[in-house]
């Protein structure tokens, strides 16, 4: 018998979904492209840079044939805008995602390729967008910011121009953003409204659903027991009124007797 699952992903599915995110390496030698399941990666050709999934230019990077070009928004000014963005400029919401392309662009080539069937297009969504590439927007965080921000961090620190700033940087943002989101179920609890989850990343998401479900499945806890009450009271009231009107016909009943009494009936 098989073991019921979760609900939604698991932290470590999140990464490996985040493995096939692309990004852009400078290869150290040639290498052919590679047939895979969505297609056949570029060829490299040093020194020009290319766009392949992570997973590959990790592996890449270990036998040291490729350098791993970081994202613009993982360089220590466009965190530092971040967080500056989050803290002060808009505390109380997600920093904006990058843009999701929905058809390709023949004059861009760092646009995602968009399978097209009949006359319907395909919106691409993460992990199969550029928004980790060289040529990703330098002020908005992707979907796996943080996991992609942890797995190059650890294994091409090297490649990361800063990288001791940037580890302090990301550790700032995922706090501040951490605190968001506690605060935005705090209000969820005592009634507030529905909190705004735009932008934040998968990685949250996985770490926070078991919290963020309790709260939800607590306020819909309280919400049916006040409609209980608000039930039982509506009853309670409908038979006092019943019980009432009732004593008013016997004693309606009683007088009428006692006038045909009075008049020798």
Known sequence: MALP????????????????????????????????????????????????????????????????VPPPWLHPSSLGEIVHHETHVDPGAFSAPPPVPSRADPSNPGTARVPVYGDAAMTLSPPFVPSNTSSAPANLLPYHWFEMSEVL????????????????????????????????????????????????????????????????DGVRRIGAGAEVSRREEEEEQELHGRAGGGRGDEEEDEEDDDDDEDMGF
């Open 5 to 68: 699952l979760p609900p939604g992903l698991l932290p470590s599915e999140v990464n490996f979904l985040c493995e096939m995110e692309l990004v852009t390496v400078v290869p150290r030698q040639r290498l052919d492209p590679i047939e895979l399941l969505s297609g056949k990666t570029p060829a490299l050709r040093p020194p020009y840079r290319a766009d392949i999934p992570l997973w590959l230019a990790l592996l890449l990077k270990k036998q040291r044939r490729a350098n791993i």
């Open 153 to 216: 961090l650890a294994h091409a620190g090297d490649d990361i121009p800063a990288s001791g700033e940037v580890r302090r940087l990301v550790r700032d943002l995922q706090e501040v953003r951490a605190a968001k989101m506690r605060e935005g179920m705090v209000s969820l609890g005592s009634g507030g409204g529905v909190t705004n989850l735009k932008g934040v990343g998968g990685m949250e998401l996985a770490e926070g659903r078991g919290f963020i479900l309790g709260v939800v």
